[in-house]
């Protein structure tokens, strides 16, 4: 059958952007850069009006970017996302996660102008479909031309599987070479 809520949507979004300033408080030596940001979208009824219509999305994210040191700067997000179950993405696909909570650190080190590693690290808090999931990534990156990452995808919330990935890629003017060798989730 058809679904009579699908005809069209209705929702917005909101981005804020805040830079505390160098030498204060909040901003320290080098300051700090916020960013949030709010969207929501409900389906339009088959008349394409408001009344009736049903949540599809929900979604709010933190992101607060301080470089500590010269050498030293990290990322901090948290996410929010809450998807109904019983609607369908824009492809026409079921939507399996409903509420989710999303923790990212990016920690970025630059030994030397052309030596610098990142570690990321992530965590994925669900009750729905595969739940819970963890990843680490480690890059090391010999600039300008070459990076070498490892990265490990957990789900530790359902299946127990891990989603190891290792690779190399070279950088010359626009051009890119990656090889990589490793498990994919879902193919992707």
Same mark, same amino acid.
């Given at each position: 059958?058809?679904d009579k809520f699908m005809s069209g ?8 952007? +805040? ?21 929501? +979208?409900?389906?339009? #009824?088959? #008349?394409?009006? $408001? ?22 700067? $990290? ?98 003017? #626009? ?6 060798y490793g498990r994919y989730r879902a193919g992707f």
């Amino acid at each position: 059958g058809t679904d009579k809520f699908m005809s069209g949507e209705i929702g917005g979004q909101l981005d804020a952007f +805040y830079n505390f300033r160098r030498g204060t408080k909040i901003g320290g030596k080098r300051g700090m850069k916020v960013h949030a940001n709010f969207s929501t +979208y409900y389906s339009l #009824n088959e #008349n394409g009006g $408001t009344k009736g219509s049903k949540f599809l999305f929900r979604d709010f994210s933190l992101d607060v970017e301080r470089q500590w040191t010269k050498k030293f700067k $990290t990322t901090l997000m948290y996410s929010m996302q809450d998807y109904n179950k019983e609607a369908k993405n824009s492809a026409g696909y079921e939507v399996y996660v409903g509420l989710s909570h999303i923790i990212v650190a990016d920690l970025l080190y630059k030994w030397t102008q052309s030596f610098s590693t990142r570690l990321e690290l992530q965590y994925l808090a669900s009750k729905d479909y595969q739940k819970d999931w963890m990843a680490a990534l480690l890059e090391v990156s010999f600039a300008p031309h070459w990076s070498v990452f490892a990265s490990d995808m957990y789900n530790h919330g359902d299946t127990g599987l891990h989603y190891y990935n290792a690779g190399v890629s070279y950088l010359y003017k #626009n051009i890119r070479l990656a090889a990589g060798y490793g498990r994919y989730r879902a193919g992707f």
